[in-house]
């Protein structure tokens, strides 16, 4: 009933952008902080960026910086995360999730999260 769909991802070239979409449905995203995750292969999941529910306030990774741009169109019930000047390190499965946000750790997932497929982002060198 819950369920939360990630896609937009691909394979760019280095310097290239996307723009990753997730997508509510079962319930509204209007009460919800929301974090986009990555994991890479070999690699533990990490917060990359969170927006809170009244997108009063956005947080980043440092590695992501000044290049990706977390974003929510409430009416559309989604959120997106706008990746430009991707770099090979980039490449991951991006997921997304209901989560705290902080600017000291910048998402955890709530206790109870139903983990979508995720959407692959793979930036060819």
């Known amino acids: 009933q819950v369920q939360l769909v990630e896609s937009g991802g691909g394979l760019v070239q280095p310097g290239g952008s996307l723009r990753l979409s997730c997508a509510a449905s079962?319930?509204?995203?209007?009460?919800?902080?929301i974090a986009w995750f990555r994991q890479a292969p070999g690699k533990e999941r990490e917060g990359v960026s969170c927006?809170?529910?009244?997108?009063?306030?956005?947080v980043y990774a440092d590695s992501v910086k000044g290049r990706f741009t977390i974003s929510r169109d409430n009416t559309k019930n989604t959120v997106y995360l706008q990746m430009n000047n991707l770099k090979p390190e980039d490449t991951a499965i991006y997921y997304c999730?209901?989560?705290?946000?902080?600017?000291?750790?910048?998402?955890?997932?709530?206790?109870?999260?139903?983990w979508g497929r995720g959407t692959q982002v793979t930036v060819s060198s």
């Open positions: 999730a209901p989560s705290t946000c902080s600017r000291s750790y910048v998402a955890r997932p709530l206790k109870v999260v139903s």
């Open positions: 079962g319930f509204t995203l209007d009460y919800y902080n």
């Open positions: 927006i809170f529910s009244r997108d009063i306030s956005t």
